[in-house]
């Protein structure tokens, strides 16, 4: 079969599209999966370009987000035919002394396409209980486009933030990132719980921005006057300051998104595309009394909720781009120039 590999870390250069063994018997709860769609996100790029605390073991299948047919199923649970989308990541959900507990955080959490095979391949197998029915609402590319930002932005949203659909929340929310999978997803779940006079957003890029002005949602382009337009924003009349910051652009933005947040207000990332370190004066988090929360995913019960409600909520993700799955790097290409106004799609003709 066919997958999308590297045989080594480094370029967009060095990602094949080669034949690997077709994987073998299935074995009792397993499931065979035919590939329909594949989503690309950040990760498969720092996965590309080799992330130290990974070890390879090449040919490394890249990929963690898959919509796919059932081919034959060894579970009751599914049948053939059925179009179904993965957790993007495995683990038994257990602590060391047994007792259940989130995958995400346990020590065999391991995301696919990371550091356990991916999913960009023509087959895949996977155990029922990391299998579910895709949303009828959605395409194979949307369905593809859903599983790991929409788990990611689920736990930012629902259990970091702590916010419920209907609730009444009167703080200011800043999301970083117009063009990026996992903004987007935070945006329409933010959107679909109600919230929109609260929220701004932030690109580099005008057209990006456009399509959340139009659904009502205050923006700001990064430029040389931006931070002092945001702390106008944030201050409002009372200067009130942001109650929540969902971020991922990391080390270039840190130092203002402390100085933006109200005292007990709280900074939720799950990222760091522009830099790693993040320099803090230490005064601004106890006497404030902020709360900085990192954020990785989701549990399989995340991943649960979070279908459930873009089913019930008809949440639809933006894509930006499709590309043919034999011919993959123009996409991987997009990504790394930040050029892409949502998800980058992987469709086998
Ligand atoms: N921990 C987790 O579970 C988790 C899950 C998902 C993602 N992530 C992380 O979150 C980040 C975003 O992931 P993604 O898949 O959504 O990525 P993506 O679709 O590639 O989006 C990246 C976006 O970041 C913005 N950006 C990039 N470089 C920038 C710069 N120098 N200055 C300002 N903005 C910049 C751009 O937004 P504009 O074009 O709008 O300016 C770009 O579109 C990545 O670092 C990823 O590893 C973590």
Redesign the pocket.
Known sequence: MKAILIQKTGSVDNIEVSDLPQPGKLKSGEVRLKFLAGSL???DL?VLKGLPRVTYQFPHILGADLCAEVLESKSKKFKRGQRVVLYPAKSQGKELNGKPAPENLCSDFHIRGENTSGVFAEETIAHKKFIFLAPKHLSNAEAAAMP??YL?AWQMVYEKAGLRPKQKFDGKILVH???????QAILNLLLSFGLKKQIAIT???LN?LSFWQKKGIQTFQ?GSQTSDEIKNWAAGKTNEKVSIIFD??GE?FFEMNIRLLKTGGKFIT?????GFEGKIDLRHLYFRQLQLLG???GSLAHFKEMISWITKSKITPKIAAEFDFYHPKAGFAL?EA?E?DGKIVFLRP
């Open positions: 996100n950040h990760l720092w790991l930002v990611t990132g117009a063009g990026s999978g996992v903004s690109s580099r890029d990006k990064f991922h652009l270039k799950c990222g760091a595309t522009t954020s990785t995913m990504m930040a892409q």
